[in-house]
């Protein structure tokens, strides 16, 4: 067997395998590289996003993480291709082909709209500005960018989630339901043990090493057959077939067990379900007594809760050697009551419940200094719209003072000499001169200071605090991050404990 490109993505994309890539931060595409001609575009195929066209032949080869420019795509060979398989078919309409043709039963506001969503691909194909970087497939970026079939469990939760569950390598862990898969890859990422062969290795070295080692398992069960269905289909074309289990099944009614006796033998159980109480019944290392059935199936209003008789000798899905850590997932506090009462009933402990709030925080440092005198640093190019509106606004007001300033000093120097011609005592004149000039500097005094001794006080303030350099470390939450708020309900049920265990463990430990 090949390994995951989950697991092991190489040092570079190549055909055939998955590559993920990243347009915006939380904006992810995923595509399995082609490096075929079978395409309608003359450079094969083609990514066409909103940021742009992604030849494939463009984002192969290429080492992870890679920035790759969006390209110029011939949209003109791809219709001339189009239209000559449109000819090979036999199917070219009247206006040969181009202008939009009503289909069968289609009106024409249906017309005029696919005709629009045909230019907005072609418009986004012919778009060249952006840029997008390649990266590998994880949970991570998988979670970011699977095919959305079911609300999913997203990245700040299945890491707690996991965490919590103390999940290890080697670990069986039971996933339902199994919705888009993205807690599924998540969860295998923490079970994988490593690769039992190696690439030379022998059959034999490679049993060996089987047998040295557990091997890591997630069995994943779905009701909804075809999400079931394509689930299994991403984990085998993902190279993940031979750790995951998916089992198209009702697990309220038909609990976990599968055909071979030593599955799934679960350590870890992550439920994702609308009533994950009526699950429980079938988790327990022993056959509830029809008392405690009856209290579990009390838990729920549901009839169909009821536990049927049923004539199927017991078995238990948990491994007998070691402790069962249990989650369940449930937005309702109602669902969280029901869940914890039947946990209590049958035996669970330690038992508890978490509600993750996830923020995202943005840090970074700001010239805390200058913006507090009213500017973003020395340069004026980082001023808001309003700051600078402002600025003008300062200037404008000073430039009409410092005017009214001058005429009021010229006046008073006129008047003066005038004065002065006609022989007169000048002391009236300067005294209401002196009164005018008084007020106009009283409005200059009154305006903001200007930019260059704000910018000067700015400055020795900054010097003094040593900051001018460095900024301010600040932060500030961001308000949109992806999770489902959700309940998470933790547990855990000890390991079956015999007279045997209890007299191996006193030899061992005295
Ligand atoms: N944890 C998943 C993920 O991360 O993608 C999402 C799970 S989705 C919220 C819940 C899934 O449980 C649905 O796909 C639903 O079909 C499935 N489901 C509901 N009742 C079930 C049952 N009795 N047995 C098995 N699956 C069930």
Redesign the pocket.
């Known amino acids: 067997p090949q390994p995951s490109p989950f697991f092991d993505p190489g040092a570079q994309s190549v055909a055939g395998s998955l590559g993920v890539l990243q347009l915006k931060r939380d904006h992810l595409i995923p595509a399995i590289l082609s490096a075929s001609s079978d395409s309608d575009y003359a450079e094969g195929h083609v990514e066409n996003t909103r940021f742009g066209s992604y030849p494939h032949s463009t984002l192969l080869n290429q080492p992870w993480g890679t920035q790759v420019l969006a390209s110029v795509v011939d949209t003109g060979s791809r219709s001339s291709k189009s239209k000559k398989r449109k000819r090979d078919e036999g199917d070219e309409g009247e206006n040969g082909g181009d202008a939009p043709t009503a289909k069968a039963g289609q009106s024409k506001s249906e017309v005029v709209k696919a005709e629009r969503s045909r230019s907005e691909v072609v418009k986004a194909a012919t778009a060249s500005s952006g840029f997008a970087h390649l990266v590998p497939p994880t949970p991570e970026t998988w ?1 970011l960018c ?1 095919p ?7 990245t700040p939760d ?1 890491s707690y989630i996991l965490q919590r569950l103390r999940v290890r390598p080697g670990d069986h862990i039971i ?10 890859h ?1 969860s295998v990422r923490a079970v994988f043990n490593g690769y039992p062969w190696e690439s030379n290795a022998d059959e034999e070295t490679t049993a060996k090493k089987r047998e040295s080692k557990r091997e890591g398992h997630v069995y994943s ?4 057959a075809p ?1 079931a269905e394509q689930l299994q289909k991403e984990i085998a074309s993902h190279g993940l077939d031979s750790l995951v289990t998916v089992t198209n ?6 609990g976990f067990c599968l055909d071979s006796e030593d599955e799934p033998n679960a350590d870890v159980i ?1 439920l ?4 994950p109480w ?2 429980l019944k079938h988790l327990t290392r022993s056959p509830p007594s029809p008392a405690v059935l009856n209290a579990v199936s009390d838990a729920s209003a549901d009839a169909s809760d009821t536990p049927q008789p049923t004539s199927k000798p017991f078995r238990s899905p948990l491994n007998p050697k070691s402790t069962t850590r249990i989650c369940t ?1 449930s937005p309702c506090i109602e669902q969280v009551t029901k869940t914890v009462s039947a946990l209590r009933s049958l035996g669970w402990l330690e038992i508890g419940m978490s509600e993750i709030q996830a923020k995202r925080l943005e840090v970074r440092r700001e010239r805390v200094g200058l913006q507090e005198e009213g500017l973003r640093g020395a340069n004026p190019t980082a001023a808001t719209v309003q700051e600078a509106v402002q600025r003008l606004r300062d200037v404008e007001d000073r430039a009409k003072a410092f005017h009214g300033l001058q005429k009021v000093k010229q006046d008073q120097v006129m008047r003066r000499a005038e004065a002065k011609k006609r022989g007169e005592k000048t002391a009236a004149a300067t005294s209401e001169t002196n009164g005018k000039s008084g007020a106009a500097k009283a409005k200059l005094d009154a305006l903001p200071p200007s930019k260059h001794d704000r910018l000067e006080r700015a400055k020795r303030d900054l010097e003094r605090r040593a900051l001018f350099k460095e900024g301010r470390l600040v932060h500030r939450t961001e308000p949109e991050i992806k999770t ?1 708020t959700s309940y998470l309900v933790f547990a855990i049920l000890p390991r079956e404990w015999s007279r045997e265990d209890e007299d191996k463990a006193r030899k061992k430990w005295g």
């Open positions: 979670t699977l959305h079939r079911t609300q999913v469990v997203y299945y996933e339902a339901g199994a919705g888009s898969g993205s807690f599924t998540a069960y779905e009701y909804h999400r099944r009702d697990v309220y009614g038909d992550f994702d379900l609308p009533a009526q699950a997932f489902h």
